[in-house]
């Protein structure tokens, strides 16, 4: 369910992704139409996450991404670039 607050297919990462607050910012941006990048280190909690959010219907992705490794970090902006174009919000 959207609120019209211009989600609609802007591209989001959000670190800590797979639980938490994490996870609940990233349902609720995927709730607002927007496309998900989840990062987490946990690859168990961030696949469950990723599943729950495509059996919504969202679109989303998730990465084992450790934040305090730069090249990590670089490398998976590049993904998310790749995929869908660029990264409007980062949620960190």
Do not use: P, S
Not at 7 to 20: F, P, S
Not at 28 to 39: D, K, L, P, Q, T
Not at 63 to 79: C, D, F, L, P, S
């Amino acid at each position: 369910m959207t609120t019209g607050y211009g989600l609609q297919n802007k591209v989001v990462i959000v670190t800590g992704g797979a639980a938490g607050i994490g996870r609940a910012t990233a349902m609720r941006f995927a709730g607002e139409g927007a496309r998900v990048a989840i990062w987490d280190m946990n690859a168990e909690a961030g696949a469950a996450t990723l599943a729950e959010l495509k059996g919504l219907g969202a679109v989303a992705m998730f990465q084992q991404v450790n934040v305090a490794e730069t090249e990590a970090v670089e490398k998976a902006v590049g993904e998310v670039v790749e995929r869908w174009g660029a990264v409007d919000v980062l949620v960190n």
